[in-house]
């Protein structure tokens, strides 16, 4: 293993599948709303806002929707946010799995650590515990998992980050974080890991290699 990584964290919604903002501006475009108008909404008061209190389970999934949409509405806007939850699915990207498979092959350990909501189904819910999904079968490829809904913290809250360092038993310097969030990769940088924003899944792979000596696209 090149250097002294010995783990790769990932984020999941964005990383290991493609963006839910990609899925928020279709739905803006169906509905003729501005074009990052969820992801606006999202970005105001972002660590007491409908959004950071369901990620924390703090709110169900009613209370998100009313909340959701009173925001949306103080925007200017009506949307619900049944229906922002509804487009929260994403497709996992079959080149990460591939990627996924090839770093614990090399040795690496393999976490992640992912922002999501409580209820519902897809890479930005909870999970479903369901072998046969799809997505639990990306989550099963992981030594462990920290699921925002279930820890009460999200990211880019620092503690979440160390929680996972201090589970792994590892310094920070060990470990390789990807996330498609600068945002969320700051504090994993200052805390002392090595931190690659994710902008498409090639370029993501393309970083890790380059950092871990590897050759991760197929």
């Known amino acids: 293993m090149a250097g002294s990584f010995e783990a790769v964290i990932f984020d ?53 929707n009313e909340l959701f949409a009173a925001e949306a509405r103080a925007a200017g806007h009506d949307l619900d946010g049944a229906s922002v939850l509804a487009v929260l699915s994403g497709s996992i990207r079959p080149a990460m799995v591939s990627a996924l498979d090839q770093l614990k092959d090399a040795g690496y ?28 079968q990306v989550f099963a490829r992981f030594e462990h998992v920290i699921e925002s809904s ?11 980050y160390q929680m996972m360092c201090d589970h792994l038993g590892l310094g920070p310097q060990a470990c390789v974080y990807l996330d498609d969030l600068g945002i969320n ?23 890790l290699g380059v950092l871990l000596g590897l050759n991760l696209i197929a």
Request: charged letters at 25%; a neutral charge.
């Open 12 to 64: 999941f919604g964005g990383v290991i599948t493609a963006s839910p903002f990609e899925a928020f501006n279709r739905l803006e475009d169906e509905r003729g709303l501005p074009r990052d108008l969820v992801r606006r909404i999202n970005a105001t008061n972002p660590d007491s806002n409908a959004w950071a209190l369901f990620e924390r389970a703090e709110i169900d999934a009613a209370g998100f």
């Open 109 to 136: 350990r393999l976490a992640c650590i992912t922002n999501n909501v409580p209820s519902g189904h897809g890479a930005g819910m909870a999970r479903s515990g369901d072998a046969k999904d799809a997505y639990e």
């Open 150 to 160: 279930k820890a009460g913290v999200r990211k880019p809250d620092p503690r979440i």
């Open 185 to 207: 990769c700051k504090p994993a940088a200052q805390l002392g890991m090595a931190a690659i924003k994710v902008s498409s899944g090639e370029q993501a792979l393309t970083d």
